[in-house]
């Protein structure tokens, strides 16, 4: 076999797995992230970008510099990349790429002939000291051949480090992996509605279950993004924080076993009634027992441990510390923060001082306190998570409060 035939083989082995390994990822931002840097080390390019799709624009979505990294260092890197869009027309190269499903192979940039539809854009390079010279853009086509986005690599560097103009015997194997990575990112796009709608599915069996409290539906993405947010400041791996966003939710759903005459009593419950109420957490778990869903799995857990305390003195069974579950200790945090600080009709909301410091007070009685540190640690994502998801102001008489489990 020739060196030119076992270069091609190997470029070809090397380009399957690629196409492999992008089928594995099915988060949307690290799926660019990885498109761009598997491009550059196909093709040796200390640079690249990747814009996507949206209508009738290109969004500039991902950008990497290795010189620039090197100099800047990897954060410095990121704030000399701010997010812009450009037209579908044929005046810039991305967009020339995009209406016209060619590949660009330019060696020089600043060398473009005057009749060319397009130019480049010299005031990155202005900026920040830098010399694009050879570049190569590809359309993105999915497998009905429609436009995706546009993947931009810039600088192929030689072993000896000189910038070369990229091999136009490799244009069609990059724009094989330009058409991967199109199919990747609509299947990741796909993975995310399907995951949206049914977090979605499961905020409104939550509130189903709290039907008759007109307060539920916020609350119930509150306390589901504070409990995921807690549990990723507690060390949880990612899988298990999106376990968490989904799970948390229905930590109230055996609510929907109890009577209304408790449910909606106003004023305080009697011993036998308190009791009574008591029991939506074993109602919760029965609902949600037995599932081969890693989802309704901690659910079931969340929904029987979220009412247990530190000290042994909650319930429905009297765990105390560690015993508890962990994500039955963090939706407690969650959940308890989220009523204090919420405003409602039947009391106003405690500031957030007030509320951290009664949280505090009874971290090692009602908290872990581990868990109300770490809380207390992440507020400023919290009173994003709050002010994401406010309350809609209603105009509505008092009511006394209703009876609480």
Known sequence: MSKEMESFR??????????????????????????????RAFTCADAGSLYLREG?????????????????????????????TLPITEHSIAGYVAVTRK?????????????????????????????????????????????????????????DGEVVPFERAREDLVRSLASQAAVAVHNARLTAEIKRIHLDTIYRLAMAAEYKDKDTAQHIR?????????????????????????????????????????????GRLTPEEREAMQHHTTIGARILAGSESPVLQMSELVAYSHHEKWDGTGYPRGLAGKAIPQAGRIVA?????????????????????????????????????????????????????????????????????????
């Open 103 to 159: 590949n660009l192979n330019l060696p020089d940039a600043y060398a473009i002939p005057r009749e060319a539809p397009y130019g480049f854009n010299t005031s990155f390079d202005e900026r920040n000291d830098y010399r694009t010279r050879s570049m190569l853009t590809v359309p993105m086509l999915d497998h009905r051949g429609q436009v995706l986005g546009v993947l931009q690599l810039i600088n192929a560097t030689a072993p």
């Open 333 to 405: 945090v969650a959940d308890v923060f989220d009523a204090l600080i919420s405003k409602r009709v039947y009391k106003g909301a405690l500031g957030v001082e007030e509320t951290l410091e009664i949280l505090r007070k009874d971290a090692g009685t009602h908290f872990d306190p581990e868990a109300v540190e770490a809380f207390a640690a992440n507020m400023d994502e919290n009173l994003a998570i709050r002010e994401r998801y406010r309350d809609e102001e209603k105009a509505a008489p008092a009511q006394p409060a209703p009876a609480s489990g």
């Open 222 to 266: 509150r306390v589901s993004n504070y409990s995921a947010a807690l549990a990723r400041r507690l060390g949880w791996g990612a899988a298990d924080v999106e376990l968490m966003l989904y799970a948390s939710p229905m930590h109230d759903v055996g609510k929907i076993g109890i009577a209304d005459a408790i449910l909606l009593k106003p």
């Open 10 to 39: 190997e470029q070809v082995l090397k380009l399957t797995q690629v196409g492999i390994a992008l089928t594995a990822v099915h988060d949307l931002d690290q799926l660019l992230e990885m498109i761009v840097r598997e491009a």
């Open 56 to 84: 009738d624009s290109l969004r500039f979505a991902v950008s990497q510099n290795e010189t620039l990294s090197r100099r800047l260092g990897p954060d410095g890197e990121d704030r000399l990349f701010s997010p812009f």
